[in-house]
């Protein structure tokens, strides 16, 4: 993210809109628009998505993603740096962007009448980049300081790193979005360029309109907007690094004086959804509902917050979306005076119960009923419903897949949860991790 | 491009200079006022309930006391312990919030249309008949625990903490709200029972409500939720003296990254110059990148990813506080510069252009942050909360307007004084005093 909002945008639970009022085009220079209409408010959110994350840098170059998405608000070779920022705001509109493994989205909040002006500051800037030296230096310091503000000074921050680049042996999701600071110090010019002109077009990118739009008007603005600008010939085709089979359980401790409430948290390789393929994520979303959604009915919280007092926080933590192998995550933060071994046996054997004993009836209806419920909440806010579409259609899915994803979620089974639940919680593709303040108070 | 792109930003404005929706003031059969906006789209109402008051209501040696009353609402209420309650309210697919401030308590809340009875009849119990069973008491007195055990080492809450200690002293502000280590272990039943019978009382109450209701129906679904509240609470604390002078503090914490936070005192809501000195943020430190701290510490030195300065109007105090976080060996610089800039827009003020911009901002602006039904019922009850009318919504960008660059420059004069703008840095910054 360029800059920290003073609020957060809230992403609401899994669901999607009725079919009807999401319209999808493609131009001939192959880029994808997706109008998503609300006409509650007159306001229009306008989304541009490139199938570019930190996950598609080359080696050496962590962080260059990222990089690039702030050095787009350095100007073009007709607009001044920040000038961008200087006419959304005075639209009353705001504007930001951010970077993830598998794509870099930019995107404006302005009154719906404005959005021709937003497209063709976007377009421009897909084509036009230009920046100085002096914006590479300066603009280095600044990432520098987020990943201070991000990472340095936090160490759950810094053991999440840790894990996750335990957890993946061979794919880009081992390296962090922001970069690791080494490689960070060293980025250059070239190296953005080199990223800018490969990835930056438009059949690598997907255009998400939303709210008080007319698909038609959208369309013809798009055209006319980002029509002109050629397709990029060379774009490769997308294949990263795949994981290899993970055959044998990781374990590490991270020590940091500034963690005053030791945890632990457990990492497993799992599958993400795929493209007419989504029912093991489906099942995977309620198995991580069913151990850790609820701070009074999950697994983990029963057994380990009111059954006993060994915890003072317990979670399951799984999202799906995912361009190649995601991860499902638990973790556990014991009450003082009850050891991390003491919480992980516990932990595991909740775990262990769960699959010998099977799935409440009551409580799978109960969630069911959470996630019908959750496509109408859904719908208040349209930036969400923007947000889910871009991640989706830049992560390998399409818009059918979203639309169906509600149904698929509707039709999971016990068997199909429990299934899924003894694939995916294996030792050997997992990675458990002790966060302390000092070896010390594991004597 | 340049030019043709801000001609055109001319040709269109102005922009929608009013908010499109219909508030309708509502009183229940009862006496319990709200506004209400009605959007039947979505099979939905989201409510939100501030009442006054708030941890500045915690009695002498309970701090923490309002905080920890709050968090137990929703464990255990009428015949249900607190497995029994969440398991009736996630079979409705209801959402309740309960949050606690320095003056006010906020419950919020989101049910679906088809059971709506049922979910208020839920959120009724958890307001008007919480249990407080001594178990659920002594789990979330644990989690709350953690958390300030996780507080006490993280850099912006001990830059907080130790900020509000040495500008407020006793005053409740002096202190957070989730209370102090020794105040919440010694905290009993009987404390929770009195915090709640002071913070939930009906004649502090401000309601919001926006989504699939009538004005016919939200006046008995009010009466049924807080009708059997307390009509009157005790007295609220006067006035916080303001005890920091100019200067730093630095409280040294092995990290490297140095954050700190300054202030001095601020302007109270309803000063006849808020707006003023509303819009005077805005230029100097509150609107993103475009602000003229972002510009100088961020876009041209490259000394921090974000700095940005508010106006905090409490009910018993005003400041005016900023943020900013360096490594250890350049947070000096970044101060320095912050300190330049305050004194250069005391000194000389802001420019005609960059009034111009910043009402074009603010008014457009205003009109978008009406969008969900969440969004407005927050907007709702907060309005109340801070006194102003239904009309305000119209009216609130005339005022904006109705600013002139003689007054807010009088305003940055009046209000920015560089010699007392106080820094606590944590963290070990280098060459900062």
Known sequence: MRFLAALAVALGLTSALHADEVTTTTLDNGLEVVVIEDHRAPVAVHMLWYRAGSADEPPASSGIAHFLEHLMFKGTETMEPGEFGDIVAAQGGSDNAFTSYDYTAYFQRVAADRLSLMMRLEADRMTNLAVTEEDITTERGVILEERNQRVENSPNALAREQMRAAQYLNHGYGVPIIGWKHEMEQLGMQDALDFYDLYYSPNNAVLVVAGDVEPDEVVALARENYGTIPREPDLPERARPQEPPQSAARRLVFEDPRVSQPYLTRSYLAPERDSGAQDKAAALTYLAELLGGSSFNSTLAVALQFDSQTAVYTSAYYSGRSLDDTTFGLTVVPEPGVTLQEAEDAMDAAIAEFLDTGIDADRLERLRTQLRASQIYARDNVQGLARRYGAALTQGLTVADVQAWPEVLQSVTEEDIMAAAREVLSRDRSVTGWVVPDREVLQ | ?433
């Open chain 2, 1 to 433: 491009m340049k030019r043709l792109a801000l001609i055109l930003a001319l040709l269109l404005a102005p922009l929608t200079a009013r908010a499109e929706i219909d508030i309708e003031q509502v009183t229940s059969p009862g006496g319990i006022d709200a506004w209400l906006v009605a959007e039947p789209a979505i099979p939905f109402v989201a409510l939100e309930i501030i009442i006054d008051g708030g941890a500045t209501l915690d009695q002498p040696g309970k701090r923490g006391a309002t905080n920890l009353m709050m968090g137990l609402l929703e464990e255990g209420a009428g015949d249900m312990d607190a497995r029994q309650f969440q398991t009736a309210r996630e079979g409705l697919a209801a959402s309740f919030g309960f949050d606690t401030r320095d003056d006010s308590v906020v419950i919020t809340a989101r049910f679906l249309t088809e059971n709506r009875d049922a979910a208020v009849d839920l959120l009724r119990k958890a307001l008007t008949e919480p249990r407080f069973d001594q178990d659920a008491l002594d789990r979330v007195r644990g989690q709350v625990l953690s958390g300030i055990r996780s507080n006490a080492t993280d850099p912006n809450s001990i830059a907080g903490r130790t900020f509000d200690r040495e500008a407020f002293g006793d005053h409740p502000y002096g202190s957070p709200v989730s209370g102090t280590a020794e105040s919440v272990t010694g905290l009993t039943r009987d404390d929770i029972v009195t915090a709640h019978r002071n913070a939930l009382v009906r004649s502090r109450v401000h309601v919001g409500a926006a989504g699939d209701i009538t004005p016919s129906a939200l006046g008995p679904l009010l009466d049924d939720l807080l009708g059997n509240l307390p009509a009157e609470g005790p007295a609220r604390p006067g006035p916080a003296g303001f005890a920091l002078d100019g200067g730093t503090t630095v409280v040294d914490f092995e990290t490297p990254q140095s954050v700190a936070l300054f202030g001095h005192r601020g302007l109270a809501r309803d000063d006849e110059d808020f707006f003023a000195a509303y819009i005077l943020n805005e230029i100097l430190g509150g609107r993103g990148v475009q602000s003229r701290l972002m510009e100088e510490v961020r876009e041209k030195r490259g000394l921090t990813y974000g700095v940005s300065t508010y106006l905090v109007p409490k009910d018993h105090a005003a400041l005016y506080l900023g943020n900013v976080a360096s490594a250890n060996d350049r947070i000096a610089q970044a101060i320095a510069v912050i300190r330049d800039e305050w004194a250069r827009m005391a000194d000389e003020g802001v420019t005609a252009e960059e009034l111009a911009e910043a009402k074009t901002y603010l008014t457009g602006a205003y009109p978008l942050r009406f969008d969900g039904n969440a969004a407005i019922a927050g907007i709702l009850a907060g309005m109340q909360a801070t006194d102003l009318p239904p009309d305000y919504v119209e009216n609130r960008n005339g005022y904006i307007e109705a600013v002139t660059l003689e007054e807010i420059n009088r305003v940055a004069a009046e209000l920015l004084a560089p010699e007392a703008l106080h820094f606590v840095v944590v963290g070990q910054p280098e060459g900062v005093e």
